[in-house]
Every structure is written in structure tokens, then in C-alpha cells.
């Protein structure tokens, strides 16, 4: 009987730990074996299926509470602030971009000084910080996603210079990314507002009273808009 080897390859974050790639095999008993490297006498790479593990969007669990609790404390999305915080830095509290946004949530000098942060390396003065002008943002923007990430993103004087998402691409990708963590689809348009259907009351000269929301073509009594 041909014996099937499993590799799952890449690393897997388990309870914390970080586990290497790990191979699953069958031996010539049919006992299952598992091992971090690939047997040469096993045959080889013959009859091998490759799997992928899925990617991992795990928060580091410090991170994870301070999230949580900050959430909680503020009344704000945490699948927003956890989704930002991965696209901005990777949960990297010292990344620093080309325009010099530091820290896990990627503040500029700035907005740092506005919610009283000294250290922007800090990575739990830097959640905060973020987690705040977030909340500052969401609630400006009465809950558009969109308009709150596109002024994280590009700031609020672009936003409303353009009246809406602007057009800059950078500011567009950074959107989609930070939906697609949340699993959300991208719309960076306001849904269109309904028409409103005027409603007619009519009379005729019979007295016959008529409520329709089309005009009379013939008006021989009386007309009364009701909205």
C-alpha cells in the first residue's frame, strides 16, 4: 500500500508557542510519525501533498486585552481597531513609515501630542492613542468606516476637501485592506438617497375625494400637496 505524507509547511502559532513546518507521515508499520524534517528514507518527496496552513491573523495576547478593555472603556468596534492595527504595522510598536508614523497604530507627531503621548513606542500609550482619534473619527463620520479610515488614513482636511473618500490610491488600498480584515466589502460611496414621492390629495368637482401619487392630468376641483 502506498503511504501518504502530510507536510504542512510554514509556521503554526499554537497556545502562544511558534511551531516550525511539521511532517506527518506514515512508517513501513502504519504507525504515524511526526517530525520537524523529512525522512529521506520515507521515499522522498514521492507522493507528497502539500497543504498551506491558513494565515494567521492572530493578535499577540497583551496587545489583544488592551484592545479589548480600551473597546469596551470607549464604546468602539475591536474588529476595527484590531483590523487597523494589522493593517498599519503588523503589531509592530516600532515600525516607523517613510512619512514618520510610529508604532503600532502608525501616529504622527501630532496626533500623538493631541491624546498626551510621550512615548510613541510605547505600544500601550500608542493603542490608546489610536483606539481614541479612532472613536474621535468614527463618531465625526457617524459610523462610516470608509470616511473613518480615509481620514486615519489621509486626514480629516482631505476628506473634507474632496467630500468623501479621496481619490488618492494609497488611501483606497488602505481601505480595502482594512475591511477585508474585517470581512467586510469595500464601498466608499454614500448609498443614494430615495427620491421622495410627493403624495397629491384631490377633489374633484363632484366631490369625490382622491389620494394618488400621480398628478391629475385633468384638475377640475381642488389640489393639496400632504408632504
Given at each position: 500500500?502506498?503511504?501518504?505524507?502530510?507536510?504542512?509547511?510554514?509556521?503554526?502559532?499554537?497556545?502562544?508557542?511558534?511551531?516550525?513546518?511539521?511532517?506527518?507521515?506514515?512508517?513501513?508499520?502504519?504507525?504515524?510519525?511526526?517530525?520537524?524534517?523529512?525522512d529521506?528514507?520515507?521515499?522522498?518527496?514521492?507522493?507528497?501533498?502539500?497543504?498551506?496552513?491558513?494565515?494567521?491573523?492572530?493578535?499577540?495576547?497583551?496587545?489583544?486585552?488592551?484592545?479589548?478593555?480600551?473597546?469596551?472603556?470607549?464604546?468602539?468596534?475591536?474588529?476595527?481597531?484590531?483590523?487597523?492595527?494589522k493593517a498599519?504595522?503588523?503589531?509592530?510598536?516600532?515600525?516607523?513609515?517613510?512619512k514618520?508614523?510610529?508604532?503600532?497604530?502608525?501616529?504622527?507627531?501630532?496626533?500623538?501630542?493631541?491624546?498626551?503621548?510621550?512615548?510613541?513606542?510605547?505600544?500601550?500609550?500608542?493603542?490608546?492613542?489610536?483606539?481614541?482619534?479612532?472613536?474621535?473619527?468614527?463618531?465625526?463620520?457617524?459610523?462610516?468606516?470608509?470616511?473613518?479610515l480615509?481620514a486615519?488614513?489621509?486626514?480629516?482636511?482631505?476628506?473634507?476637501?474632496?467630500?468623501?473618500?479621496?481619490?488618492?490610491?494609497?488611501?483606497?488600498?488602505?481601505i480595502?485592506?482594512?475591511?477585508?480584515?474585517?470581512?467586510?466589502?469595500?464601498?466608499?460611496?454614500?448609498?443614494?438617497?430615495?427620491?421622495?414621492?410627493?403624495?397629491?390629495?384631490?377633489?374633484?368637482?363632484?366631490?369625490?375625494?382622491?389620494?394618488?401619487?400621480?398628478?391629475?392630468?385633468?384638475?377640475?376641483?381642488?389640489?393639496?400637496?400632504?408632504?
Open positions: 500500500m502506498k503511504r501518504n505524507i502530510i507536510v504542512f509547511c510554514g509556521a503554526w502559532l499554537i497556545g502562544g508557542s511558534l511551531f516550525a513546518a511539521l511532517v506527518v507521515r506514515q512508517d513501513k508499520n502504519g504507525h504515524i510519525v511526526l517530525s520537524n524534517t523529512l529521506r528514507a520515507s521515499g522522498g518527496r514521492d507522493g507528497l501533498t502539500v497543504l498551506r496552513p491558513p494565515r494567521s491573523h492572530a493578535v499577540p495576547l497583551s496587545y489583544q486585552q488592551k484592545i479589548q478593555t480600551l473597546t469596551q472603556k470607549h464604546d468602539l468596534r475591536q474588529d476595527l481597531v484590531i483590523a487597523v492595527a498599519e504595522s503588523s503589531f509592530n510598536p516600532f515600525a516607523v513609515s517613510p514618520g508614523a510610529v508604532g503600532i497604530m502608525q501616529l504622527m507627531r501630532d496626533t500623538a501630542r493631541q491624546y498626551g503621548v510621550i512615548n510613541r513606542y510605547n505600544a500601550h500609550e500608542n493603542i490608546e492613542a489610536g483606539v481614541r482619534h479612532l472613536k474621535y473619527l468614527y463618531e465625526k463620520y457617524s459610523g462610516n468606516i470608509p470616511l473613518t480615509a486615519y488614513n489621509a486626514g480629516e482636511e482631505a476628506v473634507s476637501k474632496h467630500k468623501g473618500v479621496p481619490p488618492y490610491r494609497e488611501t483606497r488600498n488602505y480595502r485592506r482594512v475591511l477585508s480584515l474585517m470581512g467586510m466589502s469595500e464601498s466608499f460611496s454614500s448609498p443614494p438617497s430615495r427620491t421622495r414621492t410627493k403624495i397629491y390629495k384631490y377633489t374633484t368637482t363632484a366631490g369625490k375625494t382622491i389620494i394618488t401619487d400621480t398628478l391629475p392630468s385633468d384638475i377640475g376641483g381642488t389640489l393639496e400637496v400632504l408632504n
